[in-house]
């Protein structure tokens, strides 16, 4: 139902549709006044469609332009003040998994992983938003420093949600979808391997647009294949629109970081094969050497004598008379009860594989439907949930792209399909593949059914379908793989303002910072940031240990060890000292005064001269 406007008409408006209708190449998007976008034309443009002359204007150069873009290369850029904190709580296997799940602002996660997990990933695939006015984009505004997480102007809307509905009422905008995806795109681009695959899926609406900003992004010469998915069993039948086109596929564009480096795994077709005879030469398999000799395959040159046998008449050889005359000779030949056979050895047969067709039909990966059956199988039907990627599809790609050691990342996590379907081929094929999902943890309407299964947010969905399919995988294969994950939650610095501006400090504050530390946070906050400040992967082993009455926590081993406790003594120095960190990390506060901080210099120059020392 519709609403009044109760105003008058926006004749600008209106004359701009009638200009569309006669020339839709002029028709583009800028901002009002107030900052708003809008529909506009392109005046140069719209000269030329008028002149019989060549209109002089801005240099011409092929390009896209939106408004927002220069926006989105700042935010991009820009640092942001923010940690990740670990949520033990939530977590399934904490000290053993390596799978990550971190909710927040994907790219403030991509930001706070730049340094963790650059050129490491394998694999990232994003199911972004369609920009089809039921659905959300980011509003991203980094240039402003902020001491707490989404207080600050322009962050959050008068709901406290970081997201905005870019809807039909607003002109469903092309450059607020830009604005958000380019600055994504391009920080994640950071964290692919040089060997490294993203895959991005997409509907005909933004196709185009992401064609031209992933093109800018990864360089077109890197777009390694456009997928079209058939994405639907069913057509969609309402009223007239049953006599329509239906849409039932979808895309997914291919780009990789460098295509000279990218090598796909081949996959195998049919059956496993069995070698149940044995010769000298090894273990082998027999087929038929013979073929149908009857209409179109009659060739009578094709039926001669080998060893003293002719195929009977309307049979042939497979091949020509010195082919066959040759197998016989090296041995490849064996005649059971008169009759000649192949044999195939084990260990010079390569598997049969299936081409990477570009045409992806859900035969073979699943649909939409059928990823929402499986979701509604493990979770019950008030997931929230409309449309839901089948694992399959995800299956082919990580057959063909990740060896059994890579790392696979998703940062439009969503349902949490990739999850699944990295837990469920390292079951198939023994591998030790890790996930990192990241969403924004999207609030759940109080009112619906699905609040009141008791989620939430959409973070809530995620992590109870990775521990259902996980169940269920681990019951129908028995296969002992991670079935695990750590959860962390965008929050604000650890740190207070005045770590970061002390010039600011004012003497009327003295007295309000005896920390530079914010009082509700924790060792294990602060580690888990100082991990991410020297670039250790967040799935590393940690370990805590009281020595001498204090708190130590140890990273893969003595990779990165950090006591943040106060007043720490000479023996528990000593004995950090002597396990020989590659780095250690202390507060200010550890030390009582300065000729104990250069103490603790001296004991690390006498027992592990080598180690990196940093304080807080």
């Known amino acids: 139902m519709n609403h009044l406007k109760m105003k008058s008409t926006d004749l600008t408006q209106v004359n701009i549709d009638k200009i569309a209708e006669l020339f839709p190449n ?3 998007e800028a901002r009002d006044e107030q900052g708003k976008i809008k529909r506009a034309i392109d005046f140069d443009l719209l000269r030329q469609e008028l002149s019989g002359y060549l209109v002089e204007a801005e ?10 873009k220069k926006e989105a290369i700042l935010t991009a850029n820009t640092p942001i003040d923010m940690t990740l904190r670990p949520v033990k709580g939530e977590s399934l296997d904490w000290d053993s998994t390596q799978n990550l799940y971190i909710e927040g602002d994907n790219l403030e996660v991509l930001k706070l992983l730049q340094e963790s997990y650059l050129n490491k990933i394998k694999l990232i695939y994003i199911d972004p938003p369609y920009n089809t006015g039921r659905d959300f984009v980011y509003k991203d505004d980094f240039r402003e420093p902020t001491d707490e997480y989404m207080e600050e102007s322009g962050q959050i809307d008068e709901s406290g949600n970081r997201l905005f509905q870019n809807t039909e009422s607003n002109g469903r905008f092309h450059s607020d979808w830009l604005t958000m995806m380019y ?3 391009k920080v994640a681009r950071n964290l692919l391997r040089e060997d490294g695959v993203i895959l991005i899926s997409i509907d005909d609406n933004e196709m185009h647009n992401l064609r031209k900003i992933a093109d800018e992004v990864f360089g077109s010469t ?14 969609i039948n309402v009223g007239d629109s049953k006599f329509k086109p239906q849409r039932c596929s979808e895309y997914i564009y291919m ?7 990218v090598k796909f795994l081949p996959t195998y077709s049919g059956d496993e094969r069995s070698y149940p005879h044995t010769d000298a030469k090894g273990k082998y398999r027999l087929t038929t050497i013979l073929k149908s000799n009857r209409g179109g395959n009659e060739r009578a040159t094709m039926r001669f004598e080998i060893n003293g046998y002719t195929p009977p008449e309307g049979q042939r050889w497979q091949g020509g008379e010195s082919f066959i005359q040759s197998l016989f000779d090296d041995g490849y030949i064996e005649f059971k009860n008169g009759t000649p056979f192949r044999k195939y050895y084990e260990d010079e047969e390569e598997a049969e594989h299936d081409p990477l067709y570009t045409f992806l039909n859900e035969d073979k990966t699943g649909s939409s439907e ?3 059956t499986y979701l509604n199988n493990l979770l019950g039907n008030n997931h929230g949930f409309d449309t839901v990627k089948p694992k399959e599809l995800l299956n082919i790609f990580l057959t063909v792209l990740t060896g059994k050691e890579e790392i696979v990342m998703d ?3 969503g349902s949490a399909t990739t999850a699944d379907a990295v837990m469920q081929i390292n079951a198939d094929d023994g591998g030790n593949r890790k996930y990192i999902m990241v969403q924004y943890p999207v609030a759940i309407d109080e009112d619906s059914q699905t609040y009141k299964e008791g989620y939430k947010t959409i973070c809530d969905i995620g992590k109870s379908r990775i521990r259902l399919a996980a169940q269920k995988i681990k019951e129908e294969t028995g296969a002992d793989t991670d079935y695990g994950y750590r959860v962390y939650r965008v929050d604000s610095s650890n740190m207070k303002d005045v770590y970061y501006t002390p010039d600011k400090l004012g ?3 003295l007295e309000d910072v005896g920390t530079n530390i914010k009082e509700d946070r924790t060792g294990e906050d602060l580690l888990i940031q100082v991990m991410l400040e020297f670039g250790l992967e967040l799935s590393l082993p940690m370990e805590s240990r009281v020595v001498d009455g204090k708190t130590v926590h140890y990273v893969a081993g003595n990779s990165l060890i950090a006591c943040f406790d106060d007043e720490v003594s000479e023996a528990v120095i000593k004995k950090i000292a002597e396990d020989q960190p590659l780095r250690v990390v202390f507060r200010d506060s550890s030390f009582r005064d300065d000729s104990a901080r250069i103490n603790v210099e001296e004991l690390f120059k006498l027992l592990s001269p080598s180690t990196e020392i940093q304080v807080l």
């Open 411 to 413: 940062f439009f996590s």
């Open 255 to 261: 780009y990789s970081k460098n295509a000279d480096n």
């Open 370 to 372: 059928s990823g929402k």
């Open 26 to 28: 002029v028709i583009t």
């Open 183 to 185: 600055a994504r795109l």
């Open 59 to 68: 240099k011409e150069r092929y390009q896209l332009m939106w408004p927002g």
């Open 222 to 235: 890197n777009l390694l294949a456009t997928f079209v998915w058939k994405s639907r069993r069913k057509p």
């Open 507 to 509: 003497q009327l504050n």
